[in-house]
T-cell receptor, first 110, second 114 residues
Framework: GESVGLHLPTLSVQEGDNSIINCAYSNSASDYFIWYKQESGKGPQFIIDIRSNMDKRQGQRVTVLLNKTVKHLSLQIAATQPGDSAVYFCAELRGNKLVFGAGTILRVKS | DTGVSQDPRHKITKRGQNVTFRCDPISEHNRLYWYRQTLGQGPEFLTYFQNEAQLEKSRLLSDRFSAERPKGSFSTLEIQRTEQGDSAMYLC????????????FGSGTRLTVV
């Protein structure tokens, strides 16, 4: 069936560098995407969202890019900090439920 | 309000036993969702309520699973005759109708079936 998935299962970055986490989706009708951060033992935490009528949205240290042509979503984290270490999920809103990808582990080296 | 609360945080049970989990949503939220998350995977939708009405159930929710939200506030998820494959994190989330930004997850209940 249609799914939301991630390219890289694990990403290691040096503290202070920028991180880029990627996500591919297959449902061309998708119109709302969300990035979540999940720390060990906690539930997913909203980071940033984007609608399909946009190609870029910025938050505090985070930027989400949407390329509808190739059905690709990315999360950029500027000046990555140790507290950014977590699993990151992209999710798509379908009706009233969220469809999540498998996740990318971000490890920040000090 | 301190967010979405789930109880217990951890549950270990023997195969074949019944278990019940509780979720207390953010008080003004009228929608409540249950998800299941296995190791290394994203959460998977199980069911959701709008007030006390259960409006959608996933095919993942077998007849051993039942969820209730009797007064439109807290919810319970019961699993009967647990199997080892039920071992997972069970996450609850809540939101206001039409407000996806406010879709807030609890910390989950970790179930281990031995």
């Amino acid at each position: 069936g249609e799914s939301v998935g991630l390219h890289l299962p694990t990403l290691s970055v040096q503290e202070g560098d920028n991180s880029i986490i990627n996500c591919a989706y297959s449902n061309s009708a998708s119109d709302y995407f969300i990035w979540y951060k999940q720390e060990s033992g906690k539930g997913p935490q909203f980071i940033i969202d984007i609608r399909s009528n946009m190609d870029k949205r910025q938050g505090q240290r985070v930027t989400v890019l949407l390329n509808k042509t190739v059905k690709h979503l990315s999360l950029q984290i500027a000046a990555t900090q140790p507290g950014d270490s977590a699993v990151y999920f992209c999710a798509e809103l379908r009706g009233n439920k969220l469809v999540f990808g498998a996740g990318t582990i971000l490890r920040v080296k000090s | 309000d301190t967010g979405v609360s789930q109880d217990p945080r951890h549950k270990i049970t023997k195969r074949g036993q019944n278990v019940t989990f509780r979720c207390d949503p953010i008080s003004e939220h009228n929608r409540l969702y249950w998800y299941r998350q296995t190791l290394g995977q994203g959460p998977e939708f199980l069911t959701y309520f709008q007030n006390e009405a259960q409006l959608e159930k996933s095919r993942l929710l077998s007849d051993r699973f039942s969820a209730e939200r009797p007064k439109g506030s807290f919810s319970t998820l019961e699993i009967q005759r647990t199997e080892q494959g039920d071992s997972a994190m069970y996450l609850c989330a809540s939101s206001l109708l039409g407000d996806t930004y406010g879709y807030t997850f609890g910390s989950g209940t970790r179930l281990t079936v031995v």
